[in-house]
């Protein structure tokens, strides 16, 4: 059976809300919504399924967490939306291993896929390395320069990949903590070693706080393995606690939780799924958004309608939002302007 994603879902119910409101008018109306629902819901099936055409896309997708499965999940119900049935899925999971995602890029190289979605950071640069010729989208990556090791980046890769960015801006989140914290005087920036894109963020925020008279050391840790002995160390050590879009944090939101709140630390996150989890406040951005805007740069490429090699990196807006229960844990004041984050 062929998935409803979310879009399609609420545009129906648009469809039957307007004929439900012209049924209301009288026995005739009624007829006339009838078609017109009908006439609706037939354009977009229609517009929806290609002519003959079928496609078949891998997704590597780094590890299991709420970000990179949203991200998932919006990309391919970009791609259902436009195609339906002519498109299939190969979604391989690599469980935070970079070997893993080698050896699954490679496969869909052997397998002649038409695209693939690389998931995260380790899951793109896997991608780059397997092949120069099948289109390649990223999404979930912070910062592609980074990523794929270019110095003069200019924010269209070029070649066989291009794709969307999760970066909240970092002088932002800096002044994030400040609002929140005004009177920290330490701040301990927790992240993955292994994860290039986490020691960017944590370099340029810490430029920001240190430029604002805060004492700022780095974390690392080089895997989930010391990520309790490091968090700890941290959590001692700084008035404050600022992780970024950090996948091996993602994936063990608790255990920065079990350390950080019973020590009264609060910690910020550089997105929605890391805060929900462990942290006070985010400046966050919906992974799903990301991932179908990822998905309609798939359909441009796949339709011949876009090249990716001149397709630049595409953003999405953030919004400002808290954790409710773990402020009031903490006892700490909301600032205005922050949204809750749904339970």
């Given at each position: 059976m062929r998935k409803i994603s979310r879009r399609s879902f609420l545009?129906?119910?648009?469809?039957?809300?307007?004929?439900?409101?012209?049924?209301?008018?009288?026995?005739?109306?009624?007829?006339?919504?009838?078609?017109?629902?009908?006439?609706?819901?037939?354009?977009?099936?229609?517009?929806?399924?290609?002519?003959?055409?079928?496609?078949t896309v891998g997704i590597c997708q780094l590890v299991e967490h709420d970000a990179l499965d949203a991200a998932t999940e919006g990309f391919q119900d970009a791609l259902t939306d436009q195609f339906g049935d002519a498109i299939t899925f190969d979604l391989q999971n690599a469980q935070n291993d970079t070997a893993t995602c080698a050896t699954i890029c490679n496969g869909f190289v052997s397998a002649?896929?038409?695209?693939?979605?690389?998931n995260a950071t380790a899951s793109l640069q896997a991608a780059q390395a397997a092949t120069a010729?099948?289109?390649?989208?990223?999404?979930?990556?912070?910062?592609?320069?980074?990523?794929?090791g270019l110095d003069d980046f200019d924010g269209t890769v070029g070649g066989n990949i291009s794709g969307t960015s999760d970066l909240a801006p970092l002088d932002q989140q800096a002044a994030m903590i400040l609002e929140w914290m005004p009177d920290a005087k330490t701040a301990g920036l927790l992240y993955c070693s292994a994860e290039a894109n986490s020691q960017y963020q944590v370099d340029v925020v810490q430029s920001e706080l240190?430029?604002?008279?805060?004492?700022?050391?780095?974390?690392?840790?080089s895997d989930s393995n010391d990520l309790s002995s490091v968090c700890q160390q941290a959590a001692t050590?700084?008035?404050?606690?600022?992780?970024?879009?950090?996948?091996?944090?993602?994936?063990?939101?608790?255990?920065?939780?079990?350390?950080?709140?019973?020590?009264?630390?609060?910690?910020?996150?550089g997105e929605e799924g890391i805060c929900k989890g462990c942290g006070v406040a985010t400046l966050s951005i919906s992974y799903y958004d990301l991932g179908y805007t990822t998905g309609e740069m798939a359909v441009k490429i796949l339709t011949g309608e876009s090249d990716i090699s001149t397709m630049p990196i595409e953003y999405t807006d953030v919004t400002k939002k808290y954790n409710k229960t773990i402020c009031d844990d903490l006892g700490l004041t909301v600032p205005e302007g922050y949204e809750a984050i749904e339970a």
């Open positions: 545009a129906a119910s648009a469809a039957v809300a307007a004929a439900g409101a012209l049924t209301a008018c009288g026995g005739s109306s009624s007829t006339a919504a009838s078609s017109t629902a009908s006439s609706a819901a037939a354009s977009s099936a229609a517009a929806s399924e290609t002519s003959g055409e079928s496609y002649g896929v038409d695209l693939i979605l690389a010729d099948i289109p390649i989208l990223g999404t979930s990556i912070t910062e592609y320069g980074v990523a794929l240190e430029a604002a008279g805060l004492t700022v050391t780095q974390y690392p840790f050590n700084s008035d404050v606690l600022y992780v970024p879009t950090d996948n091996t944090v993602a994936a063990n939101t608790g255990i920065v939780d079990g350390i950080c709140r019973p020590m009264k630390k609060p910690v910020f996150a």
